[in-house]
């Protein structure tokens, strides 16, 4: 049986079709007067189990709705209506590119990309789009945290492209982080104390890289990929890995402690070049002092025996 | 939801009693996490679907949290273990009995049990799913203490533990793969093995 589609009215914008539904409502793919097409999420009340998700939502909104705009890594907001006589809100926002012919908008065939996408359909991304990636979200996410407001569901499927560059998108969870306390989020993407935090949103962007990079599922979680053969790549992936590991600590102290910590671990990976000769060089060092440190306890070790049977020889 | 309370196995006492308040959403997940895959995985071989088998495993857990009191307090129910398989059983026979005939031409064939006439309750005794049953006991239980050790230890030593122990690849290539040395991968193996290993001991204990 299909559901009832009931069409909303968002002013000054002709819905074209639904382009996507999720727990919180639909998204449609509008087109404004000026024939701009534009994405339109609408939230209905009824179709929320109580009253408490439909305002939170509309309380994020309201929140990110200023500051959208003023990052190029968040989905820009650019209009927000409320229909309370008929039971619901919508926000209108800038069009994520089709999968494959980007901001060329065919209403009929449009399939907006997102990570999610890109993910079932290429399983994992080379090193470099990683850290590209990574880096532009851990700048959104830093400057979201700046205002004082957390995502709270950050997932492949909330990454969407704009002229193929990567933003956080699907902010119905974004709040202040004085209220914060709601268990809410995605399963494997929310950290051990619970979603509702800066390092929380951290953790998630880190599984996000965790499957980006390995193409693992975030269940599979440390796992590296198999088969790892001996290779750049995966000399690459295994430098990544550590970035990776030290966003999704389970203890939150011991994980980076701000998005643009994070940032800046990626982009310094991305100027520091692994080198063989080096690594080479640090495990003959280590293997050198492993073995100095063994022959000085030996040596510590016979002097003291030494120094035993001398008092034994001495002692009248 | 992730957990926050995964330093410690649950006893059977402390668990049932927490499973007894419905709202304790830890403690479901806690139950969810350890027997959702020995549910699914005997549900699969019976020849049911996998979206039948995902049913299975819902209206499974939905029927523990249901009478979970009655066998806290119904000793002849008998022990947790036959109590759950039970369960199942009857959840698998419920969805052979919703198929309508299109979909039994085409459903997977069963390893266990047979196919059931309509209206027919399969024996939850049958020695096929027992044998079933107990190897998959045992294959959940060790991937039920897999899981819970993967969160505690530190993430480096499972990927040496899985690489060399799960993988099988040889210490000196993980050594050199994860840049470490092979006391490293010895040390990390032996601690994640161990801890395997008790909990194994505790899950076998807890009910």
Not at chain 1, 153 to 175: E, H, M, R
Not at chain 1, 276 to 282: E, H, L, N, T, V
């Amino acid at each position: 049986m299909t559901e009832e589609v009931t069409i909303p009215v968002v002013s000054d914008h002709e819905l074209l079709h639904l382009i996507g539904r999720g727990s919180s409502g639909e998204v449609w793919l509008t087109r404004n007067t000026l024939g701009t097409f534009r994405a339109a999420k609408v939230i209905q009340k009824k179709k929320i189990s109580s009253g408490m998700p439909f305002e939170r939502e509309f309380s994020g909104v309201q929140k990110i709705e200023p500051v959208s705009r003023l990052h190029d890594g968040l989905v820009d907001i650019l209009q927000v209506g409320r229909n309370d006589a008929a039971g619901y809100f919508y926000y209108v926002m800038e069009i994520g590119d089709d999968i494959s012919t980007g901001q060329t908008i065919n209403p009929e065939e449009y399939t907006p990309r997102t990570l999610g996408w890109d993910l079932a359909h290429r399983r994992r991304l080379p090193i470099g789009g990683c850290i590209r990636l990574g880096a532009a979200l851990a700048s959104a996410l830093g400057y979201l945290h700046r205002q004082g407001l957390i995502h709270r569901d950050i997932k492949p499927s909330n990454i969407i492209f704009v002229n193929g560059f990567p933003k956080l998108a699907d902010i119905g969870l974004v709040t202040d982080l004085s209220e914060s306390g709601t268990r809410i989020g995605t399963d494997g993407f929310i950290p051990p104390e619970g979603a509702g935090s800066a390092q929380a949103d951290i953790y998630s962007l880190g599984k996000v890289l965790y499957e980006i990079s390995t193409g693992n599922d975030r269940n599979d979680y440390p796992a590296l990929p198999s088969p790892l053969v001996d290779s750049a790549e995966s000399r690459d992936l295994i430098r990544f890995n550590k970035i990776v590991l030290n966003a999704c600590r389970s203890d939150p102290a011991r994980r980076y402690q701000s998005a643009e910590e994070l940032m800046t671990a990626l982009l310094a990976f991305q100027f520091s070049k692994y080198s063989p000769r080096k690594q080479k060089a640090r495990n003959h060092l280590s293997k050198i002092i492993g073995i100095g440190g063994v022959i000085i306890g030996f040596g510590y070790v016979i002097a003291l025996l030494w120094r035993l049977i001398w008092v034994l020889n001495h002692t009248p | 939801m992730a957990l926050q309370t995964e330093d410690f196995i649950p006893t059977r006492y402390s668990l049932l009693s927490r499973l007894h308040n419905r709202d304790d959403q830890e403690s479901w997940k806690v139950f969810f996490d350890t027997y959702w895959r020995l549910i699914y995985s005997i549900a699969l071989k019976s020849g049911l679907t996998e979206a039948e088998a995902q049913d299975v495993v819902q209206e499974t857990i939905i029927c523990v949290a249901h009478d979970i009191e009655k066998f806290k307090h119904d000793r002849t129910l008998g022990s947790f273990k036959g109590w759950l398989r039970n369960l199942t059983r009857w959840r698998i026979a419920d969805q052979l009995r919703k198929r309508e005939p299109a979909m039994v031409e085409n459903a997977p064939s069963a390893q266990i049990g047979g196919e059931l006439e309509a209206g027919e309750t399969p024996d939850p005794a049958d020695d096929g799913l027992e044998k079933i049953w107990e190897e998959e006991w045992r294959a959940n239980l060790m991937a039920a203490a897999t899981e819970r050790v993967k969160r505690r230890v530190k993430e480096e030593h499972y990927q040496i533990f899985d690489l060399n122990v799960i993988r099988q690849l040889p210490a000196n290539k993980v050594a050199s793969t994860l840049g470490v040395n092979l006391a490293q991968v010895y040390l990390a193996k032996h601690r994640v093995l161990a801890l395997i290993k008790k909990e194994v001991r505790s899950l076998e204990k807890q009910w």
